[in-house]
């Protein structure tokens, strides 16, 4: 056997398809018209978003509405709990504009929630199946396409902050009872990201070193999946209270950098260099960040703004032969092998707080003060 296989990511790797393949023969076959069908018609709260662009506070609404039942290829969630994540804060008032956004919409991209009813001759899902889905609708795995835009949850199409959300079937993946419902409100959008980053472009090997920026859902779901495929996590921020927390969730070393104002060579000080970086801030730190990695690094760009015409100075990007890719979320099959490796390894996410479904506006707020450590919830129900 070759070292790849032997390694934990490929362990992980080689577990996640075959728990994919035993998951999807166990999914029994359902025949026939859509079930529960007076579940879809019954009112139902959401919050939607519309009016003038403008503050949260001014364009996120509490209504009642009503939905149709699930049609062809379609399956109505009942929704446990839903996500907040840094783009949120963005489209929510109108901003963040890749794709064409309807005038009223129902915002967030992560969710999670129990099959009440499916469409005709449904068979991908039954009722009473607890799942989650990736927000790119139609990206189920290949290549990035930017096409994907057009049906993006929570953004182009309505999201998962409502009592009841119809999807595709082809975008939801089942959850085993391993994976809880706060740890799989977190998957599609920050679970996700990191995932691709860390395997799908750097493809992570033990032992390496991590550099993961802030303590946020990326960070906080980078370093729980690094440590669990046996490599090394610094963790940076402005707090030290955040990352005495950090440390005692795995990370391995922390740098200030208020404290350090020229923290990318006290990462390099304290680790020698750093094989990956999960570069989630953009222009501002990717100075720092290059000057930080060893040599044949690879930079994952996750989340960032454009870099400007003018680029960063790039320190060592060529002397030390680094490697710099942007990626945008991922698709259907990572979401699955994520999914299979939460499960396998037992992982959770860290949440700092959650809000009943009636406080959504609470939670924006909090959010938007950016003292979290990890995920902002709401619950459908309380807890």
């Known amino acids: ?74 399956a109505l969630i009942a929704v446990h709990a839903s996500a907040i994540n840094a783009r949120d804060l963005g489209i929510v008032p109108g901003g963040f504009t890749v794709g064409t956004r309807p005038e009223r919409f129902v915002p967030l991209s992560d969710g999670v929630g129990t099959v009440v009813a499916v469409g005709p001759e449904v068979t991908a899902v039954k009722v009473g199946d607890r799942v989650t889905a ?104 402005s707090s030290d209270e955040k990352l005495e927390r950090m440390r005692t969730l795995g990370a391995n070393f922390t740098v200030n950098y208020r404290s350090h104002s020229d923290w990318g060579a006290e990462v390099m000080r304290q680790t020698g260099g750093v094989d990956v970086v999960l570069e989630n801030v953009g222009r501002e730190t990717l100075d720092q960040s290059m000057t930080a990695c060893a040599p044949g690094a690879r930079i994952v760009m996750v989340g960032t703004a454009p870099l400007p015409a003018q680029l960063p100075k790039m320190p060592g990007f060529y002397t030390k032969n680094l490697s710099m890719k942007a990626i945008s979320n991922g698709s259907h099959r990572m979401l699955l092998d994520l999914v299979a490796s939460v499960a396998a390894n037992r992982l959770s996410v860290v949440v700092d707080k959650t809000f009943d479904f009636e406080a959504a506006l609470d939670a924006f707020a909090f959010m938007r003060g950016g003292e979290h450590i990890g995920k902002v919830v709401i619950r459908n129900t309380p807890a």
């Not at 999201?159 to 959850?175: E, F, H, K, S, Y």
């Open 134 to 237: 990736n927000h790119f609708v139609t990206w189920l795995d290949g290549r990035w396409d930017p096409a994907v835009y057009a049906v993006d949850t929570g953004n182009t199409r309505d999201g998962w902050l409502a009592d009841r959300i119809i999807l595709p079937v082809t975008c939801l993946a089942r959850l085993p009872d391993d994976v809880d419902d706060l740890t799989a409100c977190t998957l599609p959008v920050a679970g996700v990201t990191a995932w691709h980053a860390l395997f799908e472009i750097a493809h992570l090997r033990p032992g390496e070193t991590v550099l993961s920026l802030g303590t946020g859902g990326v960070s906080s779901w980078g370093l729980a999946l690094a440590r669990a495929a046996g490599a090394r996590v610094v963790i940076t921020s």
């Open 1 to 74: 056997m070759n070292d790849k296989s032997e390694s934990p990511v490929g362990v992980t790797r080689r577990n996640l398809l075959m728990g994919a393949a035993a998951t999807a023969a166990a999914v029994p076959s359902l025949a026939g018209a859509a079930r529960d069908a007076a579940n879809a018609t019954a009112p139902t709260r959401a919050w939607e978003a519309s009016g003038p662009p403008g503050s949260i506070a001014s364009r996120l609404h509490r209504v009642e509405r009503r939905l149709p039942p699930p049609g062809p290829g379609q």
